[in-house]
């Protein structure tokens, strides 16, 4: 497989990266009911997975450097978020200690009306909306789809990082 074509490679992220990946965070979130907070912790998780392929880590070099691909990534795919706060918040606070930090504050449409995303809170915290940002999120796996097809780098990289270390997928028999 290592001669895999872009797009193959775009199929296979489309299907297994964004059709397992991003899709359950859209169903996990849908409804009344739906999982909120859980949409930030995963829509990050999505991130750090998006980031890995950009800098085409291998399976070696995967437990290092999280945070400066995190940010690279973000700084490309997601220009419209202060990179090192969006670490520390996002993935850092929420994911690993399950709390806000200091720059960004959580909220879904059902709380806050759309069209406050990204704006100040009377704390001085910049609200992130949950449905703003996972369509961000899809429009930046989007644009990094565009560039594995027509960046041989860009594809190089996520290439490596897919060979190395595969992606969640069912089991075959």
């Known amino acids: ?10 199929e296979i992220l489309d299907q297994y990266l964004y059709g397992w990946g991003f899709v359950d965070i859209l169903k996990a979130t849908g409804g009344y009911e739906g999982a909120k907070l859980a ?5 990050a998780c999505f991130i ?11 399976k070696d070099e995967s437990k290092n450097g999280s945070g ?6 973000i700084k490309i795919y997601l ?6 706060e969006l670490w520390e918040d996002l993935r850092c606070g929420l994911v690993h200690s399950y709390a806000a930090g200091k720059t960004y504050g959580f909220t879904d449409s ?5 069209g406050f995303h990204l704006s ?3 704390q001085g915290q910049i609200l992130l909306n949950l449905e703003d940002f996972l ?22 990289k996520a290439k490596r990082r897919f060979l190395s270390m595969g992606l969640m997928a069912p089991v075959t028999y």
């Open 135 to 156: 369509s961000e999120i899809r429009k930046a796996y989007g644009d990094f789809r565009s560039d594995i097809l027509k960046d041989n780098e860009v594809f190089e």
């Open 120 to 122: 100040m809170t009377p």
């Open 110 to 114: 059902r709380t806050t009306p759309f």
């Open 68 to 73: 400066k691909r995190f940010k690279d990534f």
């Open 79 to 84: 220009t419209q978020y202060d990179a090192d």
């Open 48 to 58: 750090d997975a998006l980031a890995g392929f950009y800098a085409g880590v291998n």
């Open 39 to 43: 949409g930030f912790i995963l829509g």
């Open 1 to 10: 497989m290592s001669d895999i074509s872009k797009e193959k490679l775009v």
